[in-house]
C-alpha cells in the first residue's frame, strides 16, 4: 500500500471514528447536544484536529445525516423491484419513508435542523453537498415508479415525475413533523389516532396519482 492510499484510509478511519462519538453524543442529547468541545474530548483529540476533518458543527451534523440517508436510499433500492405495479411501488417507498423517520424521531430532528442550516448557508460544505445529491437519488428513485406506473396505467399521465417526488416528501415531512410534535399530547388512543391519520394521508396522495 502506497503512502497516499494509508493517508487516505486512516482519514476514513479518523472520520468514522469522529461520527460514531458524535452519534453517540446525539442519540443522548439530540442536535442541540453535539458540541465539538465535547466530541473532541470523548474522541480523545483537540478540538483543532476535529476541524481538519469537519469545517464546522453544521458540517458535522451533514456527515451524520448522510449515513442515515444512506440507510434510507439502501431501503428505497431493495424494496423498489417487490412490486412491479408503479402504484405499488409508491405505495411501499412511501411506507419506508413514514416508518424510516417516524419510528426512529432523532433521525428526523437531523434532517429538519440540517435542512433548516442548509436553506441559511451561502456555500454547503463536502458532506452537505453529499446530502444534497443523495436526497436527488432519492427523488429519483420516486420519480422512476411514477414513470412505470404511467407506462403500465396505474398512474394518470399527466403527472410530472419529479414532482410528484418533492411534492410527496413535503407532505410526508409534514405529517411526520405533526405526529412527533403532538406525541405526548395524545391521549390512550395514540396508537388509533396515529394509524387514521397515516393511512388517510397515504389514501389521499396515492388515490390522487390514480387515473381519473
Not at 397515504?202 to 381519473?212: A, E, H, M, S, V
Request: aromatic share 10%.
Amino acid at each position: 500500500m502506497g503512502i497516499i492510499e494509508r493517508k487516505n484510509r486512516e482519514r476514513q478511519q479518523r472520520i468514522k471514528s469522529i461520527l460514531k462519538v458524535a452519534e453517540k453524543i446525539f442519540l443522548v442529547k439530540g442536535v442541540d447536544g453535539i458540541i465539538i468541545d465535547d466530541v473532541a474530548r470523548e474522541a480523545e483529540l483537540s478540538k483543532g484536529a476535529i476541524y481538519l476533518y469537519f469545517n464546522s458543527k453544521g458540517e458535522l451534523i451533514a456527515a451524520l445525516l448522510f449515513q442515515i440517508m444512506n440507510k434510507l436510499y439502501n431501503m428505497f433500492n431493495n424494496q423498489f423491484g417487490e412490486k412491479s405495479k408503479g402504484i405499488e411501488k409508491i405505495s411501499d417507498l412511501v411506507k419506508i419513508y413514514f416508518n424510516f423517520f417516524y419510528k426512529n424521531p432523532h433521525y428526523f430532528e437531523l434532517l429538519i435542523n440540517h435542512e433548516i442550516h442548509e436553506s441559511a448557508s451561502k456555500k454547503p460544505g463536502p458532506f452537505a453537498e453529499k446530502c444534497r445529491k443523495i436526497a436527488l437519488s432519492l427523488w429519483g428513485i420516486v420519480a422512476e415508479a411514477v414513470k412505470i406506473g404511467q407506462k403500465d396505467g396505474t398512474i394518470r399521465s399527466n403527472c410530472k415525475p419529479v414532482l410528484v417526488a418533492v411534492i410527496l416528501s413535503g407532505q410526508l415531512n409534514g405529517i411526520i413533523a405533526l405526529l412527533i410534535r403532538e406525541r405526548e399530547n395524545f391521549n390512550n388512543s395514540l396508537p388509533i389516532l396515529v394509524n387514521d391519520i397515516t393511512k388517510m394521508s397515504f389514501d389521499l396522495f396515492i388515490n390522487g396519482l390514480r387515473p381519473r
